[in-house]
Nanobody, 125 residues
Framework: QLQLVESGGGLVQPGGSLRLTCAAS????????IGWFRQAPGKEREGVSSISSGRGGTNYADSVQGRFTISKDNAKNTAYLQMNNLKPEDTANYYC??????????????????WGQGTQVTVSS
């Protein structure tokens, strides 16, 4: 069974950068698309970005387009979310998730089967 563990969260000042890591075990990420989601207190979970299993197709939410970059290293069984020019509204718990399927369009939590436990990102001065 695929298991996912996120890391790389922390406290950063506005305008700063963080790189989140999603480490997979139990199966190869070659077979899965990866999505990144976030949830702030009192808000619904939001799809941030996704990447296809092998050909590198990507999706981004409008709120992060141009600031965040998703990537995947199948050889390392790891996915990443590079977050630049962070804003206070990016503060949330960030989760990675995996799905056997990927499509172009909004990143929807209902389409992802395996989930990590999350890593907290706080953007504050």
């Amino acid at each position: 069974q695929l298991q996912l563990v996120e890391s790389g969260g922390g406290l950063v000042q506005p305008g700063g950068s963080l790189r989140l890591t999603c480490a997979a075990s139990g199966s190869r990420l070659d077979y899965y698309a990866i999505g990144w989601f976030r949830q702030a207190p009192g808000k619904e979970r939001e799809g941030v970005s996704s990447i296809s299993s092998g050909r590198g197709g990507t999706n981004y939410a409008d709120s992060v387009q141009g600031r965040f970059t998703i990537s995947k290293d199948n050889a390392k069984n790891t996915a990443y979310l590079q977050m630049n020019n962070l804003k206070p509204e990016d503060t949330a718990n960030y989760y990675c998730a995996a799905s056997p399927f990927w499509r172009k369009g909004p990143v929807l939590a209902t389409e992802f089967e395996y989930w990590g436990q999350g890593t907290q990102v706080t953007v504050s001065s």
